[in-house]
């Protein structure tokens, strides 16, 4: 089992800089596909365009009031 605190990085050993960079790119593509209100969820043809985008290009999404520090 892994533990770590909020806010501390994993490293990954044995991947290479592609691999990190798809890695990346699924991660925020998941975390736009997670919103809680539906009108803030991309649909299919956004995800594809994300999903087929340079990882540099893509926007994080605003914090989710779900996943605050503060609960």
């Known amino acids: 089992m892994i533990d770590f605190e909020l806010g501390e990085n ?3 050993e ?8 798809a890695m990346r790119k699924m991660i ?8 809680m209100k539906p009108i ?3 649909s ?3 995800v594809l365009k994300m999903v087929e985008s340079e990882d ?3 926007e994080i999404p605003p914090k989710s ?3 605050s520090v503060d609960m």
Do not use: G
């Not at 290479?16 to 960079?21: A, D, I, T």
């Not at 925020?28 to 919103?35: E, T």
């Open 65 to 67: 009031l779900v996943f």
């Open 10 to 12: 994993i490293e990954l």
């Open 56 to 58: 540099e290009l893509l």
């Open 28 to 35: 925020i593509v998941a975390f736009w596909c997670i919103q």
């Open 14 to 21: 044995d991947i290479s800089e592609s691999e990190k960079n």
């Open 44 to 46: 299919m043809t956004k």
């Open 40 to 42: 803030h969820r991309p």
